[in-house]
C-alpha cells in the first residue's frame, strides 16, 4: 500500500498536523500485513493523508480508483477503523461486488444511490463494510 501525505500538511495551511499524518503512516506501515489476512485489499491501493473538507467525514473511498483519503483530524481509534472501511469498499470494487458508474449495482442488482444520510447507511455495501469493520477492528487492534 502506498501511503502520502498531502502537499497542504507538509507544507501549507494544515502544517500542524504534520505529527498526526507521520503517526497514522508509521502505524499503516505495521498494520498492512495484519489488515491483508482479513480484506482483499489490491496490491496498488493509494491512501492519501489528508484534510477531508467535508463535515464529519474522516475518510473515503474513490471508488473504481484504488484510492482513498483520510483525514488525520479524527481520533486514531476513527482512523483505524475509517482505513479499514474504505478497504473493505475497495475490496468490495475490486471483486466486483460492489459495482459503481450510472448504474450502482451490488452483487449484480441495481441499487438506488442514497438520497438521505438513512438511505446511505443502509445501502448493501455498506451495511456489510460496518459489520466487517468491527469484526477487523477487534481482530487486528
Known amino acids: 500500500m502506498k501511503v502520502t501525505i498531502a502537499t497542504s500538511i507538509k507544507s501549507g495551511n494544515y502544517k500542524h498536523l504534520q505529527d498526526r499524518a507521520n503517526r497514522l503512516m508509521h502505524f499503516v506501515d505495521i498494520w ?37 483519503e483520510l483525514d488525520p483530524r479524527a481520533t486514531l481509534r476513527d482512523q483505524c477503523k475509517t482505513v479499514i472501511h474504505e478497504l473493505i469498499h475497495n475490496e468490495q470494487i475490486n471483486q466486483t461486488r460492489l459495482e459503481v458508474g450510472a448504474e450502482w449495482k451490488w452483487n449484480g442488482v441495481s441499487c438506488m444511490t442514497a438520497s438521505s444520510y438513512e438511505d446511505y447507511i443502509n445501502l448493501p455495501w455498506e451495511v456489510e463494510a460496518r459489520a466487517r469493520t468491527k469484526e477487523i477492528f477487534l481482530a487486528v487492534f
Open 32 to 68: 498492512e500485513a495484519k489488515l491483508k489476512k482479513y480484506i482483499d485489499f489490491h496490491p496498488d491501493v493509494e491512501l492519501n493523508i489528508c484534510p477531508i473538507g467535508r463535515t464529519n467525514v474522516v475518510g473515503q473511498a474513490l471508488l473504481g480508483t484504488n484510492k482513498i
